[in-house]
């Protein structure tokens, strides 16, 4: 069976999906993760609690806190892939670098999809985003270490295929009537943006107007709410002073932008900038400044960034329904309770929002398509749920042409249409 059966992989920031195609045609989702709500998402997450055993998606979240965040909890893993400085990270003294660990969570979706499918499978369709990075070297970078991975995995036949491209083939390439069409993924790494042609016959690559993206989207809204309304509570404003020093510093704004991005908060671990920071709450200038800085070490030793997360996502789930909601978080060491408004979240959020947006209209610009020319916009991912995305689309096109779809499978149903058709 392994010679007519084709992988076709979303491979996402936040969650990752499975299917499967032969020469017939597609044949669905894999059930990758049997203690998800839905069996065929598995949450792009590992956790080692030790160098020898790795566990994944719903798994790794309750070995994790079973053995009280000890070992180490990575997630948002694909947001390194064009960061040359991130070469890798250490477990229990033993090197792991990016493409290893990449390798080791796409090899575990090949082996659960084997096991389903009956079959070893070496060859897939692996979606990439219309843009890793906005500098063309760090993409073709980015690319590269992502087709090592798979190869680490067991993979062959590599066939990498733009994500907002199979969104287009999972979301109305059969439709019957001619149009244009824009497909808006807005998911928890990038945004990515396709304008296409549909209508009467096969999806042609000529169809495809124009493909665009920016490498912000879900992730960095929640960075907005950590940067501007919790991160304080870690130490981000503490005073200090050197020994025998003069002048006072503050914390340096490098070190604390990484707590404001969960993929990157473990990197704060490094033992040298652990011994900085115990050298701040040591210099700090006032009792309430050490008393941050002890909640950052509890933060970092107690590796809480993922749940710390979560409790920020849930936050701005529930602004986009919500006039205002509170944060809570609480912790043996740490109690935040904050009242997050709506629009004080889209006040931290603008820079990014504006970026995401610009990054639309320029992709229009270069398919040479005015926006009330579109006749159809589809709009996949969960930060589509923003309001102030969802107002900024309906200003521009209008609430009638706006359709929600399935903010999972759409990609992963276009890259199977993909991987069990012709070849472009």
């Not at 993924?185 to 042609?204: A, L, Q, W």
Request: glycine residues 10%; aromatic residues 10%; proline residues 5%.
């Amino acid at each position: 069976m392994d010679s007519v059966l084709t992988y076709a992989i979303d491979f996402g920031t936040s969650n990752s999906l499975l299917g499967a195609a032969s020469e017939k045609g597609p044949l669905g989702f894999a059930p990758l993760d049997p203690g998800a709500a839905n069996p065929s998402i598995l949450r792009s997450l590992l956790y080692f609690p030790n160098a020898k055993q790795v566990f994944f998606g719903s798994e790794a979240i309750h070995e994790f806190a079973s053995r009280d965040h000890t070992g180490r909890f990575i997630r948002s893993i694909k947001k390194q892939l064009p960061s040359r400085s991130f070469i890798g990270t250490f477990v229990d003294n033993r090197p792991f670098n990016l493409e290893d660990l990449i390798g080791v969570f796409l090899g575990e979706m090949r082996k659960r999809a084997n096991a389903f499918y009956g079959a070893d499978v070496t060859r897939v369709v692996l979606g990439r985003p219309a843009r890793f990075a906005l500098d063309e070297g760090d993409d073709r970078y980015a690319e590269g270490r992502l087709e090592r991975a798979a190869r680490i995995a067991g993979f062959k036949e590599i066939e990498f295929f733009p994500e907002p491209v199979a969104a287009a083939l999972g979301y109305g390439a059969d439709a019957a009537q001619e149009s244009l069409v824009l497909a808006a993924d807005y998911g928890g790494g990038t945004s990515d943006f396709t304008v296409y042609r549909i209508g009467n016959g096969e999806f042609r690559p000529s169809d495809v107007l124009a493909v665009g993206g920016m490498p912000l989207a879900g992730d960095a809204l929640d960075a907005s709410i950590m940067r501007e309304r919790i991160s304080a509570h870690f130490g981000t404003g503490v005073r200090y002073q050197v020994p025998f020093g003069s002048n006072v510093l503050t914390m340096p704004r490098h070190l604390m932008e990484r707590i404001c991005h969960p993929s990157e908060i473990s990197l704060l671990r490094k033992q040298d900038t652990m011994e900085f920071f115990r050298n701040v709450q040591q210099w700090a200038l006032e009792g309430d400044d050490r008393e941050m800085m002890g909640r950052l070490f509890t933060l970092l030793e107690d590796q809480l960034g993922f749940p710390l997360f979560e409790k920020i996502e849930a936050t701005k789930r529930a602004l986009s329904s919500a006039d205002s909601t509170s944060f809570e978080f609480a912790y043996p060491g740490i109690q935040i309770s904050e009242t997050v408004t709506k629009g004080q979240f889209e006040s931290y959020a603008m820079p990014t929002l504006e970026a995401i947006t610009q990054s639309l209209d320029e992709t229009l610009r270069i398919a040479g398509v005015a926006p009330e020319a579109i006749d159809r916009v589809l709009c996949t991912g969960g930060t589509a749920r923003v309001p102030w995305i969802r107002k900024s689309l309906e200003s521009r096109f209008g609430a009638e042409k706006l359709h929600d779809l399935d903010p999972f499978s759409g990609v992963a149903r276009g890259l199977m249409a993909r991987a069990g058709g012709p070849k472009f």
